[in-house]
């Protein structure tokens, strides 16, 4: 009856680390929804202004940038 309890240890140990991970996902799961949701906030740029971060960031030519900006003054 003394000895039941020796094997106890590693369970405590197991549970522990399963404990730990188990919060360290939640809290990853929460700071990664929470980093959506404050990323989101390029939704009021303006046509022009995607157009110069698309051009800054090379995905459109110079031309293709300047017919742009001239599409878009003559819809304003």
């Known amino acids: 009856m003394w000895g039941m309890h020796e094997g106890m240890g590693w ?3 197991l549970g ?3 404990m730990v991970v188990f919060w360290a996902a939640i809290i990853w799961l929460v700071i990664r929804a929470f980093g959506q949701l404050t990323s989101g906030g390029r939704g ?3 046509p022009l202004e995607i157009a110069r971060r698309r051009y800054a960031n ?3 030519t110079r031309d293709q940038f300047q017919q ?3 599409d ?3 819809v304003s």
Request: aromatic letters at 12%; charged letters at 30%; glycine letters at 6%.
């Open 11 to 13: 369970w405590m140990v």
């Open 58 to 60: 090379g995905e459109i």
């Open 44 to 46: 009021d740029d303006t």
């Open 68 to 70: 742009l900006q001239r």
């Open 72 to 74: 878009l003054a003559e």
């Open 16 to 18: 522990s680390i399963w």
